[in-house]
């Protein structure tokens, strides 16, 4: 089922409304009919910048290099709370990406795959724990060098459409030197989706004098 969000005007949307007319003293039908299509015009930018990747995105990045170990690169997704690392260069620019799927992997873990639900992967970690040894080797040696990149200045909703099609569960966003700037996963969109059906909930009490 498709959620229907109606932009809500501010004041500061009718103020601009007024300022592109260039009056605010006789105002006609008529005029309030084009100051509210005009106020719409300009919430509808603001919206649609309030959902650029650039404002949304996880910032700043912790990186790694190719020759960092897969101890250290575990060590830092654990302590940051993150499941994935994108690998610069010496020159700062993206080579790859490194995710905590390849580091189980790495040592013995089956990781979550299709025909695996999360429990199934879950379980497998728990149960092999007594044979893991810290994963060996550098980061270039597993990461993904492949990698699907996304602008600062695209929506949320290509970004969507990018990790569908390719089937990721986060995506970096670089900038005209492909240097990493951000992420966006897909809690970021959920995060995202709730708080407009948050916001449209507030809306609908206001109207309704609850």
Do not use: C
Not at 17 to 33: E, F, K, P, R
Not at 97 to 107: C, F, G, K, Y
């Amino acid at each position: 089922m498709r959620i229907r969000h109606s932009t809500r005007l501010t004041k500061e949307d009718f103020d601009h409304a007024l300022t592109d007319m260039g009056t605010y003293i006789d105002v006609t039908v008529d005029d309030l009919m084009e100051i509210s299509n005009r106020a719409r015009i300009h919430a509808n930018i603001r919206e649609k910048e309030s959902l650029l990747v650039g404002r949304l995105m996880t910032s700043p990045l912790h990186t790694v290099r190719p020759d960092t170990t897969l101890s250290a690169a575990a060590h830092a997704m654990v302590t940051m709370r993150i499941s994935g690392l994108p690998v610069v260069d010496q020159d700062k620019k993206l080579a790859g990406i490194i995710t905590e799927a390849d580091l189980l992997r790495a040592i013995g873990v089956p990781s979550h795959q299709p025909t695996h639900n999360l429990w199934q992967t879950l379980e497998a970690m728990f149960t092999h724990h007594a044979l893991i040894q810290s994963p060996e080797g550098n980061v270039a040696s597993l990461m993904t060098r492949d990698i699907v990149t996304i602008r600062p200045e695209h929506t949320l909703h290509e970004a969507l459409g990018v990790m569908k099609r390719n089937r990721i569960k986060r995506i970096i966003v670089s900038n005209d030197d492909s240097e990493p700037v951000g992420m966006i996963t897909r809690s970021d969109l959920v995060r995202v989706f709730f708080d407009r059906i948050r916001a449209n909930d507030t809306d609908h009490t206001t109207l309704n004098g609850n």
